[in-house]
Every structure is written in structure tokens, then in C-alpha cells.
């Protein structure tokens, strides 16, 4: 996936593109040749130079480790570097409820429910330094939203539920308007099953756990934020599974 944004204003201009080639073993020389084309198509749409181009393009950071440890220092440093995004990922599984049965009466679209640690400081932090946060949403899941069987958290996540884990998220960080849903889906890592009987099965998991996210955001009153996808491993998991 490619990213490309312009402009700084709060609903940039964004284009993503997904080159797929047709052979399983492309030559060097239809690579390059489609890599070509790709080059091209990505200048045309954004219909500027590439030297003016640059100028306008946006600057992403993320270190969710130090970010969530050593925040203070993090963002200093991001800021000196003249970041304009701080990505972080928010992990549902950290701040949902335990266990393996949904607990009895919770509300999961109503953010009290949710134990939030310090995301909201870090988040608060990487605004008054006047950079923009981006978060995203990301697995494992909680047992209780999740089938058994493989990497806990990754088996046929509940779209339905993660979609009211969006909303809360959504009405906790009021003030955030870029995001993305899931990570990696392309790894049997984060989602699973990828494959069933050699047949991937993991795009159509992926994109109902995103149509749930988004419509969640929506609900919560982001509808009219940057809401990304894809976000795929460069290369896909070699397993059968």
C-alpha cells in the first residue's frame, strides 16, 4: 500500500494504491516496467510536480513502546525531528474487559467500561506539542470476542463488537480525527484464519471487521474523519492457515 497526503489542514488529501501483478513470478524487467506505471499513475493523480510535491508532504512517527513508557522524551524528540503525525496503536484486547464470556450488562460502545490507562495522556501530550495523533485501533481482541482455537484474540474476531469498541473509542478521544482500523490483516499474526483449504477467507474478516469500525467511528460522531485501511505487511504470512 502506498500512501500519499497533501496538504495540512484537517482532512487531507489522501490516495492509496494497491499494484497487483498478474504473475506469480514476475521478471525484473515486467516489475520495472509496472513499477513504472504505478510511478506514473501516482503523479498523475496528484497532478503537481515532484520537487512542489515534497514540500507538502506529511511526516508520520510511531514508537508505541517509548511513547506509552517514556512519553515525554518520545514526543521531544519526534517534535525536534519536525514531525506532523504521531501514530499509536490502541489495543482493544489491553483495555477491554477480561475473560471469556462478555462480562454480564456491559456496554461495550460506552467508554466507562474500558480501563484506558494512559492513552488519554498520551494522546493530550502529542497535541499540546501541535502534532496531529493518529490512532489506531488495533487487535487482539478480547477472549470473549473472539473464537477459540490459534493465536488468542486473532480467530474470526467479532466485527460486531469491534464495532462498539470503536464508538467508545470514538467518544473517548473526541478531539481525534485520523484513524485506522486493525492491523496487519494479511497475518495470520493478527487475524485468522488467513486461508480455508487454500481459499484466502481473511480479506472478507478483515473488511467486516472495518466496515464495523468505520460505521462505529460514525456513530460516535467521526464521520466525517480520515479513516484509513489496508495497512497490510509489505509481504503476506507463508502459512496454510
Known sequence: ?????????????????????????????????????????????????????????????????HLRHDTAATLDEFQALGTDVVKIGLSWEEVAPDGRRKPSGFDASNPS???WGNYPAVIDAITARGMRPYVSIVGLAPDWASKRGGRRGTNRPSSKEYGLFAEAVGK????????????????NSWLSPQRRKGTPISPSLYRNLYLAGHAGLGRSGHDGDTILLGELMPRGGTSSK
Open 1 to 65: 500500500m502506498l500512501e500519499t497526503w497533501e496538504g495540512r489542514g484537517p482532512h487531507p488529501r489522501h490516495i492509496y494504491l494497491f499494484p497487483a501483478f498478474a504473475r506469480s513470478n514476475p521478471t525484473p524487467h515486467h516489475f520495472m516496467k509496472r513499477l513504472t506505471i504505478v510511478t506514473a499513475a501516482i503523479l498523475a493523480l496528484l497532478g503537481v510536480p515532484a520537487a512542489e510535491a515534497s514540500t507538502k508532504q506529511v511526516t508520520i512517527m510511531q514508537d508505541d513502546v
Open 113 to 115: 467500561g474500558y480501563q
Open 172 to 187: 473517548r478521544f473526541p478531539n481525534v480525527d485520523l484513524w485506522s482500523l486493525w492491523n496487519e490483516p494479511n497475518l
